[in-house]
């Protein structure tokens, strides 16, 4: 502090010397961090960037400048409209279901003594699985005539319900399957929020008046779960928008086009169709929207939430 | 306003007990303070009063009816945690009014939302503000109410406690050490806060310390607490003076009363290091007896020792302690099976002591307290029941 006070004319040539140093020495520090973001993120991109304004095709021997005619295309595709649509539609089932059902699983679970720890590696199993294994057993499931859900449908009297070859059922069947594969992740992260509440604040909640659960939950639980909540939010979000391996597995798009999602056509553009230089525009668009997301939700609920 | 009354109360938490009994009537108005070392069971025992916890057996009645069946804030107590268990993500102003939102609007008019269709909300709301600036004023924390609790120092965050407290005019303030995480000064300040706090609402407080200080300097009376029993209950000169047992006369008091071992001889007649005292006890011969004598009934014996009820040993010095006004001088007992004991002294009389000189204190008889080997208090037999004249302690 008191070196920077001082002014320059002062400064012998060792003290000058002695800046120098202290400057070498933190660039120097600081250029392992540097050269990994650069050539792990930065650089990535930048090849991207310029992949997305050319014709380039995988294998292909030469390419074209064709500027941000990618982009417009991309916009103008109805088929790429229609996967950002079921690519939303997913994202809106998806995260209240996986952030509202897991903070009530992990509510529930936390006031167990004995058997919380059971419960949480039975929520916590469909994460450690693979979920393409694990498509293949909810094929089985949801079978229109093989499947045991359909059977106690049948049972109940309620018709068979082909849940993935059925345009009107198909994403949001996907849906339940991404909530069934994030909610025991997100249960842990919630039920490491509620452990850090102090038992104290409910102990004097109970003198204060907050004897309903509703009470309890409204003054003191939700607000002082506020940075939880929002770090599960954010991180749901942007796992439901990159949804691919159940579409690729169970669905493959259809049925007519009703589960084709933003990083299927990708996909599909990229190493089906080869079309590199258009895959990477659309890849560009998927970026966009993760960020605007994300930036939007952490800018508009960090104000409400209390650190 | 009330009276608070603890019949037979018993807690055990899975194997381990806590409490084994215990019976407290405490007066309306009164300010009673349960002291005792960690794990004795005092906080077990307000938390049952408050009804944070739930007793084996035994019933708490407040205000002269029983308060089993009801939950914490139906029992009209209000409690002051150790942690001050602020909300923290709640100004001030809305801490202290939390428990007047909970008691005055019903569940639908506290809900977002629906909240906002309620016409009488915004009048009760009104009457809620009134009440707590009427609090704060009274706590100097007027100017604070927007503020939120972890930008307050803590003795603020121990103001607001307490407002949040006061705000519901409970019967019965209970207060579970909560001087405890302020610095000492600060500690020192608020005690007195606390006991005017205590006479100008005249409400019942009951207050639990590990800080025997605290204890004798606020209460009215002192119940102190071991292993889930009372011990001793009794003002704080009562228990100082004439306590009941050796685990009460070294908790209370500073520096830690002196024992010195001491032994019957024929007739029950004590016997101090060999030399015997006008002292009898009821007892057998042989029997030996701890004698607890405060730090300030010791003194430096001049010239010839004993003589007229005083009993004398020699000691060598090993420490000064320069509190200021006076010095605590800590004695070895040169070769003699015994702890140290320790000694006020003006700083006059200290600077006559030289250290590792070899010195001889004196202290009257009569301040000797008297302990079996159980620890349990005995009065020395009077007048004439042994050889030699026995002053009766004093009351």
Same mark, same amino acid.
């Given at each position: 502090?008191?070196?920077?006070?001082?002014?320059?004319?002062?400064?012998?040539?060792?003290?000058?010397?002695?800046?120098?140093?202290?400057?070498?020495?933190?660039?120097?520090?600081?250029?392992?961090?540097?050269?990994?973001?650069?050539?792990?993120?930065?650089?990535?991109?930048?090849?991207?960037?310029?992949?997305?304004?050319?014709?380039?095709?995988?294998?292909?021997?030469?390419?074209?400048?064709?500027?941000?005619? +990618?982009?417009?295309?991309?916009?103008?595709?109805?088929?790429?409209?229609?996967?950002?649509? +079921? /690519?939303?539609?997913?994202?809106?089932?998806?995260?209240?279901?996986?952030?509202?059902?897991?903070?009530?699983?992990?509510?529930?679970?936390?006031?167990?003594?004995?058997?919380?720890?059971?419960?949480?590696? %039975?929520?916590?199993?469909?994460?450690?699985?693979?979920?393409?294994?694990?498509?293949? %057993?909810?094929?089985?499931?949801?079978?229109?005539?093989?499947?045991?859900?359909?059977?106690?449908?049948?049972?109940?009297?309620?018709?068979?319900?082909?849940?993935?070859?059925?345009?009107?059922?198909?994403?949001? /069947?996907?849906?339940?399957?991404?909530?069934?594969?994030?909610?025991?992740? +997100?249960?842990?992260?919630?039920?490491?929020?509620?452990?850090?509440?102090?038992?104290?604040?409910?102990?004097?909640?109970?003198?204060?008046?907050?004897?309903?659960?509703?009470?309890?939950?409204?003054?003191?639980?939700?607000?002082?779960?506020?940075?939880?909540?929002?770090?599960?939010?954010?991180?749901?979000?942007? /796992?439901?928008?990159?949804?691919?391996?159940?579409?690729?597995?169970?669905?493959?798009? $259809?049925?007519?086009?009703?589960?084709?999602?933003?990083?299927? +056509?990708?996909?599909?553009? $990229?190493?089906?169709?080869?079309?590199?230089?258009?895959?990477?525009?659309?890849?560009?668009?998927?970026?966009?929207?993760?960020?605007?997301?994300?930036?939007?939700?952490?800018?508009?609920?960090?104000?409400?939430?209390?650190? | 306003?009330?009276?608070?009354?603890?019949?037979?109360?018993?807690?055990?938490?899975?194997?381990?007990?806590?409490?084994?009994?215990?019976?407290?009537?405490?007066?309306?108005?009164?300010?009673?303070?349960?002291?005792?070392?960690?794990?004795?069971?005092?906080?077990?025992?307000?938390?049952?009063?408050?009804?944070?916890?739930?007793?084996?057996?035994?019933?708490?009645?407040?205000?002269?009816?029983?308060?089993?069946?009801?939950?914490?804030?139906?029992?009209?107590?209000?409690?002051?945690?150790?942690?001050?268990?602020?909300?923290?993500?709640?100004?001030?102003?809305?801490? #202290?009014?939390?428990?007047? =939102?909970?008691?005055?609007?019903?569940?639908?008019?506290?809900?977002?939302?629906?909240?906002?269709?309620?016409?009488?909300?915004?009048?009760?709301?009104?009457?809620?503000?009134?009440?707590?600036?009427?609090?704060?004023?009274?706590?100097?924390?007027?100017?604070?109410?927007?503020?939120?609790?972890?930008?307050?120092?803590?003795?603020?965050?121990?103001?607001?406690?307490?407002?949040?407290?006061?705000?519901?005019?409970?019967?019965?303030?209970?207060?579970? !050490?909560?001087?405890?995480?302020?610095?000492?000064?600060?500690?020192?300040?608020?005690?007195?806060?606390?006991?005017?706090?205590?006479?100008?609402?005249?409400?019942?407080? #009951?207050?639990?310390?590990?800080?025997?200080?605290?204890?004798?300097?606020?209460?009215?009376?002192?119940?102190?607490?071991?292993?889930?029993?009372?011990?001793?209950?009794?003002?704080?000169?009562?228990?100082?003076?004439?306590?009941?047992?050796?685990?009460?006369?070294?908790?209370?008091?500073?520096?830690?009363?002196?024992?010195?071992?001491?032994?019957?001889?024929?007739?029950?007649?004590?016997?101090?290091?060999?030399?015997?005292?006008?002292?009898?006890?009821?007892?057998?011969?042989?029997?030996?007896?701890?004698?607890?004598?405060?730090?300030?009934?010791?003194?430096?014996?001049?010239?010839?020792?004993?003589?007229?009820?005083?009993?004398?040993?020699?000691?060598?010095?090993?420490?000064?302690?320069?509190?200021?006004?006076?010095?605590?001088?800590?004695?070895?007992?040169?070769?003699?099976?015994?702890?140290?004991? =320790?000694?006020?002294?003006?700083?006059?009389?200290?600077?006559?002591?030289? !250290?590792?000189?070899?010195?001889?204190?004196?202290?009257? !008889?009569?301040?000797?307290? #008297?302990?079996?080997?159980?620890?349990?208090?005995? !009065?020395?037999?009077?007048?004439?029941?042994?050889?030699?004249?026995?002053?009766?302690?004093?009351?």
């Amino acid at each position: 502090m008191t070196l920077a006070l001082a002014s320059t004319a002062g400064f012998t040539s060792t003290t000058r010397r002695r800046l120098w140093i202290e400057r070498v020495t933190g660039l120097g520090f600081a250029l392992p961090a540097f050269a990994l973001l650069l050539l792990t993120i930065l650089l990535p991109l930048a090849v991207l960037l310029w992949l997305s304004l050319t014709n380039y095709e995988f294998g292909g021997v030469d390419m074209d400048w064709v500027g941000l005619a +990618n982009f417009q295309k991309a916009l103008a595709d109805p088929i790429i409209r229609r996967s950002l649509v +079921n /690519t939303l539609l997913y994202v809106a089932i998806v995260v209240p279901g996986g952030v509202l059902g897991a903070l009530l699983i992990a509510v529930l679970v936390h006031r167990r003594k004995r058997t919380r720890s059971f419960y949480e590696v %039975v929520y916590f199993l469909p994460v450690t699985s693979t979920l393409i294994a694990m498509a293949t %057993v909810w094929q089985f499931l949801l079978h229109p005539s093989l499947g045991p859900v359909n059977g106690l449908l049948k049972w109940l009297g309620i018709g068979p319900i082909a849940f993935l070859s059925e345009p009107s059922t198909a994403l949001a /069947t996907l849906a339940v399957i991404g909530i069934w594969q994030l909610i025991g992740f +997100n249960m842990i992260l919630f039920l490491a929020g509620l452990t850090a509440i102090p038992r104290d604040l409910y102990e004097a909640a109970d003198i204060d008046g907050c004897s309903s659960g509703i009470d309890r939950f409204l003054t003191i639980t939700w607000p002082l779960l506020g940075p939880t909540t929002m770090f599960v939010l954010v991180t749901t979000m942007i /796992t439901a928008f990159k949804i691919f391996d159940t579409v690729a597995v169970m669905t493959r798009g $259809g049925p007519v086009g009703s589960t084709e999602v933003l990083l299927y +056509n990708i996909y599909l553009e $990229g190493f089906q169709y080869f079309h590199t230089g258009y895959a990477a525009a659309l890849t560009f668009i998927f970026l966009a929207f993760i960020l605007v997301f994300s930036a939007v939700q952490t800018f508009a609920l960090d104000k409400k939430v209390h650190y | 306003m009330a009276k608070v009354a603890l019949s037979s109360i018993a807690k055990s938490f899975g194997p381990t007990k806590v409490l084994g009994g215990v019976d407290l009537d405490i007066a309306d108005g009164e300010f009673l303070t349960l002291v005792g070392p960690s794990g004795c069971g005092k906080s077990t025992l307000i938390r049952i009063i408050a009804g944070l916890e739930h007793q084996n057996a035994g019933s708490v009645a407040i205000g002269g009816s029983s308060v089993d069946h009801l939950r914490p804030h139906e029992r009209r107590v209000a409690m002051v945690f150790q942690s001050y268990a602020l909300y923290p993500h709640m100004s001030v102003g809305a801490n #202290i009014a939390l428990p007047l =939102t909970m008691s005055r609007l019903k569940l639908w008019q506290r809900l977002p939302l629906l909240r906002q269709l309620s016409a009488q909300r915004r009048s009760v709301m009104r009457g809620i503000e009134a009440d707590v600036e009427a609090v704060a004023a009274q706590l100097q924390l007027d100017h604070l109410l927007a503020r939120k609790p972890a930008q307050l120092s803590g003795g603020q965050r121990q103001r607001v406690a307490l407002g949040r407290a006061m705000v519901r005019n409970p019967d019965v303030f209970l207060m579970d !050490e909560p001087l405890s995480n302020l610095d000492a000064k600060l500690r020192v300040h608020m005690r007195t806060e606390l006991a005017e706090l205590h006479k100008r609402l005249g409400a019942t407080f #009951i207050y639990v310390t590990h800080d025997q200080v605290e204890a004798m300097t606020m209460s009215d009376r002192v119940a102190m607490m071991d292993s889930g029993a009372v011990l001793q209950l009794g003002t704080p000169s009562q228990l100082y003076e004439k306590p009941a047992s050796l685990k009460v006369a070294q908790f209370i008091g500073s520096p830690t009363i002196n024992l010195l071992p001491a032994a019957t001889a024929a007739g029950g007649r004590l016997e101090l290091f060999g030399r015997p005292l006008a002292l009898a006890v009821p007892l057998a011969q042989g029997e030996a007896v701890a004698l607890g004598i405060r730090s300030e009934a010791l003194s430096l014996v001049q010239g010839e020792p004993g003589g007229n009820g005083r009993a004398w040993f020699s000691a060598r010095l090993r420490r000064k302690e320069n509190l200021g006004s006076e010095y605590i001088l800590h004695f070895d007992l040169a070769g003699r099976d015994a702890a140290g004991v =320790t000694m006020r002294a003006t700083p006059a009389a200290a600077a006559g002591v030289n !250290e590792a000189a070899e010195v001889t204190l004196g202290f009257d !008889e009569t301040a000797a307290h #008297i302990f079996a080997a159980d620890g349990e208090r005995i !009065e020395p037999r009077g007048q004439g029941a042994a050889t030699g004249s026995v002053v009766p302690l004093r009351a």
